[in-house]
């Protein structure tokens, strides 16, 4: 059957839908395909140049975005290169939290000995459960801290936030002492001095 000249405009298209619609959508799943791919390597994400992840802390995505907006116009970074994260409330040995996400456990490891953590709000418990794990924390000593309180204990090396202002932008009503620490993995120390400052000029 070949297109004729009577038909009709709907009758034309029903035509070259029912014998050529699967080239078309060949075509068209080729085509985007390309596009899909000259966007994802001509412009791809950016890493973050700051992650801090909130760890056990009440989950709080208006709190992190502010936080991150805050921070972002104390130290001039672009507010999209900054990641502030609650979503991490881990059950581990000595602290279990009903319901808790397994995944949640295995994406924070993941992340962290991928380096893709600068720095971590956590319990003292979790800051030693992570060493018994392998990992190792920034000497704070390498860092300006100003007159911020020091939290140097077990091989933790880290600032007791819960004794700084910041613990009111937290939104934090337990009475747990919480450190600020820097894992030795992280790659942005520049930014993680910029936020001891940002602690600090508070």
Not at 78 to 91: C, G, H, K, P, T
Request: hydrophobic letters at 35%; one cysteine or more; a negative charge.
């Amino acid at each position: 059957m070949k297109i004729r000249d009577d038909m009709t405009k709907k009758q034309k298209a029903e035509y070259i839908f029912t014998y050529y619609k699967w080239r078309i959508l060949g075509v068209c799943a080729g085509v985007g395909l390309i596009f899909f791919l000259i966007v994802h390597f001509a412009f791809p994400d950016k890493e973050p140049l700051f992650s801090c992840a909130l760890i056990n802390q009440r989950i709080d995505y208006d709190r992190d975005d502010e936080l991150e907006l805050d921070f972002s116009n104390y130290s001039g970074i672009d507010l999209d290169r900054l990641d502030v994260d609650s979503d991490y409330n881990i059950s581990y040995p000595g602290h279990e939290i009903e319901d808790a996400n397994t995944g949640i456990f295995d994406k924070f490891f993941i992340k962290y000995s991928n380096g893709e953590y600068d720095a971590m709000i956590t319990s003292v418990d979790f800051a030693g459960y992570c060493q018994q794990m392998g990992a190792e924390y920034t000497d704070i000593s390498e860092y300006d801290t100003g007159n911020l309180p020091l939290y140097e204990e077990n091989g933790i090396s880290g600032i007791d936030i819960t004794q700084t202002k910041i613990i009111d932008k937290l939104n934090i009503s337990d009475g747990d002492k919480l450190l600020l620490v820097f894992p030795a993995e992280g790659k942005n120390h520049e930014s993680c001095q910029k936020f001891l400052s940002y602690l600090f000029d508070m």
